[in-house]
C-alpha cells in the first residue's frame, strides 16, 4: 500500500460488514449511546450520516472531555443539543469516578420501547443500549467504568474491540460494546485527516509524517504560540523539532519517523494542550 501521499485509505469491505451487523444490532436496542470524541465534536460524530442510526432515542457522550477546555465543550454541547434533539453529556472515563449519569439517561431513553413492550403482553426487562461511535473513542473505556471492571479490551489504538459483547451494567441496563466504525465515504479526506490525529483511524492506513505534518500545520495555524512554548523551536518542523532534541539517524539526517511519532503521541495524549479541532 502506498502510505507517501496525503491519502487515507479505508478498508471497505470491513466496514461494510460492521456496519450490516450495527444496522441488524439496532433493531434488537432500545436506545443507542453515541461516543464522539470531545477534540471533534462534529467530525467524529455520526449525525451527519444519514440513516446510520435509525430513529433510537440517542444519548451523545462527548467523551475524553479531559483533553479540551471546558468552555468550549460547553459550547459544542448546546450545538449538538439543538442539532440532534438528543441529550448530550460530557464525559471523561479515564479519570472520572462516576459515570452514573450515563446509566441514568440511558434507562430514561430506553423507558418508552420497554413500556410499549410490556403493554404488548411481555415481561419487563433491563434496557438494551447500544454503544457506538468511530473507533478509539473510549467504548470500552465508559463500559469498564460503568461495570468497574475490564470486562471489555481497550486499548489506544483503533480496532481493539473486534466482536460486539453484551455487558449487564445492573440489574436496570444492559450495554453491548461495538467495534467502532467509520462509515464514511473515502474522499472526505479533510475529516479522515483529523480522525486520523485522534487515533480514530487504522495507523496502517496512514504515514505518520504525513499526518504530523498535517497537525502541526493545524495547530500552528490555531495556536502558534502554545506550540511554540510547547517544542521550544523557532520554525515548527518536524525536522526542526529532531534537531533540538537530537534525534539524529546516521548519516546525520534528523529522525523524522520518530519525531512524527513524537508530535501525534504529545498531541493525543493532551500534553500539548487542550485544543477542539472542529469549528462551530
Ligand atoms: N484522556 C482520555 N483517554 C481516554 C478516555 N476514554 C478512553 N480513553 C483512552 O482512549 C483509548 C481508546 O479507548 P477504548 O475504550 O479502547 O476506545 P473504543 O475503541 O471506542 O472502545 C484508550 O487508550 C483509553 O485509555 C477519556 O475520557 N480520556
Ligand atoms: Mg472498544
Redesign the pocket.
Known sequence: MKKDKLHIHWYPGHIAKAEKKLKEQLSLVDAVIE?IDARLPLSSSYDNITGLLGDKPRLLLL?????VNTQELNTFVKLLEEKSGFPVLK??????KDLNLIVKKAVELSEPRIQALMKKGLLRRPARVMVV?M????????I?KLTKSSK?????K?G??RQQQWVRINPQLDLL?TP?IIPMKQEDQARAKKLAFVNAVSENAYSNEIVAKELLGLLNEKYPQILKDFYKVENLSLDDIAKSRNWIVSGGNPDIERTAVYVLRDFR??KIGKFILDEI
Open positions: 461516543v467523551n475524553k472531555a479531559d483533553l464525559s471523561d472515563a479515564k479519570n472520572s461511535g473507533p478509539n473513542v473510549g467504548k470500552s473505556s465508559i469498564n471489555t479490551k481497550i486499548g489506544a483503533a481493539v474491540t460494546d467502532g495524549e493532551g
